[in-house]
């Protein structure tokens, strides 16, 4: 079962932030938060993770609610590259590896 | 360099067949995985393997064995292909076990006729 709830799709004005939520409310104290994103014909990219604090990378940047049960990824200035399906996913920190990917969030982005 | 190469990139063969699609990692990683995304594009976790033991095993046929004849590789073998098995098959891996963060290739599509 999933453990993550996203909406199927948004769409992103170029150049724009783009702000891709996640609801992830059954999340326990160990859980990490973590991101990728699926461009067309291409493997998962990773894009960024965090368990408590805000994170920000060369990619994004990851803001997790105070309570842990939501947290959006910020694309700060989108570009026509970044359309792809973005996944939010919850798992262990020592067993990261299993990761489970839900249907994420189809991101179109427009000129 | 390509990070995490599979091949072959498409694969058409008939039902019944017996297949194996290649992965190959040039990240000095310990950590390697077979996922299949089937038509609903849903990403589900194979294999895993590290330092060339099977650590995750999922509900998946035993017409699937993973191979790994060293560390920078992780062979999938198909045997008895089914009109199921259709899907497109990523590999990845990651520097050691619980470590993100993982690399993926491009994936093989595999097509069942």
């Known amino acids: 079962d999933a453990k993550t709830t996203q909406p199927p799709s948004m769409d992103c004005a170029e150049g724009r932030a783009a702000n891709l939520p996640c609801n992830h409310s059954?999340?326990?104290?160990?859980?990490?938060v973590y991101w990728y994103r699926q461009i067309h014909s291409q493997g998962p990219q990773y894009i960024i993770h965090?368990?408590?604090n805000n994170e920000t990378n060369e990619m994004a940047s990851l803001i997790i609610t105070e309570d842990r049960k939501s947290s959006t990824l910020i694309l700060p200035h989108a570009t026509l590259r970044d359309t792809a399906v973005y996944y939010c996913?919850?798992?262990?920190?020592?067993?990261?590896?299993?990761?489970?990917f839900g249907g994420g969030t189809r991101l179109m982005v427009k000129p | 360099d390509t990070a995490v190469s599979q091949t072959p990139k498409y694969l058409v063969t008939q039902m019944g067949n017996d297949k194996s699609i290649k992965c190959e990692q040039n990240l000095g990683h310990d950590t390697m995985y077979w996922y299949k995304q089937d038509s609903k594009k849903f990403l589900k976790i194979m294999f895993s393997?590290?330092?060339?033991?099977?650590?995750i095993n999922e509900t998946v046929p035993n017409r699937f064995s993973p191979k790994s004849p060293d560390k920078a590789h992780l062979n999938l073998h198909i045997n008895s292909l089914e009109l199921g098995d259709s899907a497109v098959y990523f590999c990845?891996?990651?520097?050691?076990?619980?470590?993100?963060?993982?690399?993926f290739g491009d994936g093989t599509r595999l097509s069942i006729l």
């Open positions: 965090g368990l408590k």
């Open positions: 996913i919850v798992a262990l920190g020592n067993a990261g590896n299993m990761l489970t």
């Open positions: 990845a891996s990651s520097p050691r076990l619980g470590v993100q963060p993982q690399h």
């Open positions: 059954t999340i326990s104290g160990n859980e990490y």
């Open positions: 393997y590290n330092n060339k033991e099977l650590i």
